[in-house]
């Protein structure tokens, strides 16, 4: 699992250096082109072309759930935690990592964006200890806030063969970083974090807590 560790560390590194230059053209402004409109939730907003779906709603004050994303990292898209609904789209968007286009219409509270996200939770908290009154980031968790708004009360794997959780022994990734595994949701923020001359805090690092 160690050796495991090291090559998702690797990995991901090498990703970053690869990705950044492309992650940062969504946050590009080209004054010479005129802005676009979009719809959040039916609230037109006017907006650069690049800006993602993400930062187009908060400019009209819509908070999306998100695991993986920060504005100071570069951007994953694979919590998908932060779906939400574009008309005329086959399938929910990652809010994150996807650019708006001229006349979008974005919901991100109707049933099919409600669905994602709750399945999305369901796979989350299947191999997550349920744990939170005794553990040490209880009632300051970004995973146990969201948990609230879209997951369940009980879990659909208990009447089928499930031999318990996962239990994987903490990785030492350096001394910015405290892992506790066995609440790691593979939003990767801390290796995204250690590829990056970002510097943060030394903190606990459990994956959102």
Request: proline share 5%; with cysteine; aromatic share 6%.
């Amino acid at each position: 699992m160690l050796r495991h560790g090291r090559a998702l560390y690797n990995y991901c590194s090498r990703q970053f250096l690869k990705q950044s230059s492309a992650c940062r053209l969504l946050h590009y402004t080209d004054k010479n082109h005129a802005k676009i409109e979009v719809f959040v939730d039916d609230k037109p907003v006017l907006v650069d072309p690049g800006t993602t779906v993400m930062q187009a709603c908060a400019m009209v004050g819509v908070e999306i759930p998100r695991f993986c994303y920060h504005d100071r990292l570069s951007i994953a898209g694979n919590c998908r935690m932060c779906l939400v609904e574009v008309e005329k789209s086959a399938k929910p968007v990652a809010a994150c990592a996807m650019p708006v286009m001229n006349g979008w219409r974005i919901k991100t509270d109707s049933v099919l964006t409600r669905q994602a996200r709750e399945g999305v939770m369901e796979f989350i908290l299947i191999n997550h200890p349920l744990d939170c009154p005794i553990c040490d980031q209880g009632g300051e968790c970004d995973l146990q806030d969201q948990s609230m708004a879209f997951g369940n009360d009980r879990s659909r794997f208990v009447d089928v063969k499930f031999e318990g959780k996962t239990a994987i022994e903490d990785k030492n990734i350096g001394p910015l970083v405290k892992t506790i595994m066995t609440r790691c949701i593979q939003c990767t923020r801390c290796v995204r974090k250690l590829g990056t001359d970002v510097h943060f805090q030394p903190a606990v690092h459990s994956d959102p807590c």
